[in-house]
């Protein structure tokens, strides 16, 4: 089977620990294809994957996009650093969305639209009220293409959330990404997440090892729903 993966810094890995390598240890002997960048938003995904002819032939495909369209307007700071094109509004977002999935689908036989996870790990804050917006956004368009289906990530986490107490540490700086760009281990990245007193992730938005592991078990269950996943890597 032949899996890709579209999204920004959550797909790639970096910062934190990636999902993604834990996918290609429980699924040997398929092709999985990864075309995560960090910084992008919906805008700059698919002007990347128009401009690069990404949208290739695939048996699943993933797109994992939209944090970074309100991670903008949370750090002006980190926005000036990567200068992603960000959707202007809802309105924006949701156009853009629909192109790229107007570009991926016929390409894939089956497309999976994956919810936005959060900003900060306390998600009473603004910034998770407006994701849960583009969430609904996401879920709504994923209904007008019949070979996509909507993964409420979203939906698991808050639920892992719910008898924890949150952190309301928040990545706004961009040398403290690049600082964090620098742990290049799983243990590393859990032990500053551990000082920061989050519990999914290194930094609010990316993930430690506990968070890579819900994401991969999440995304297998849709690859082989019918085999049991197991934890091969070491977190």
């Not at 960000?86 to 639209?113: G, N, Q, V, W």
Request: charged letters at 25%; aromatic letters at 10%.
């Amino acid at each position: 089977m032949k899996i890709i993966f579209y999204g920004d810094s959550l797909t790639e890995g970096r910062p934190g620990v990636s999902f993604f390598k834990n996918l290609q240890a429980q699924l040997e002997g398929h092709e999985l294809i990864n075309y995560g960048k960090g910084g992008d938003t919906v805008t700059s995904l698919y002007q990347r994957i128009i401009r690069d002819d990404l949208a290739l032939p695939s048996d699943l495909a993933f797109l994992w996009i939209g944090t970074n369209d309100v991670l903008a307007k949370v750090s002006p700071s980190i926005k000036n650093y990567l200068n992603p094109p960000c959707a202007r509004d809802h309105e924006e977002f949701a156009d853009y969305y629909k192109m790229t999935l107007d570009a991926l689908c016929p390409k894939s036989k089956k497309l999976i639209a994956v919810s936005p996870l959060f900003i900060g790990e306390d998600l009473s804050n603004e910034w998770n009220r407006e994701l849960e917006e583009l969430a609904n956004i996401i879920r709504r368009l994923s209904k007008s293409h019949k070979n996509t289906e909507y993964l409420d990530l979203r939906r698991i986490f808050v639920k892992e959330l719910a008898s924890k107490k949150p952190s309301n540490y928040v990545l706004k700086s961009p040398v403290r990404l690049m600082v964090d760009l620098a742990l290049d281990s799983p243990e590393k990245v859990n032990k500053k997440s551990a000082e920061r007193g989050l519990c999914f992730t290194l930094d609010g938005i990316h993930l430690n090892g506990q968070g890579a592991e819900i994401v991969a078990h999440a995304f297998y269950s849709l690859v082989l729903p019918e085999n049991r996943f197991a934890h091969s890597i070491n977190f």
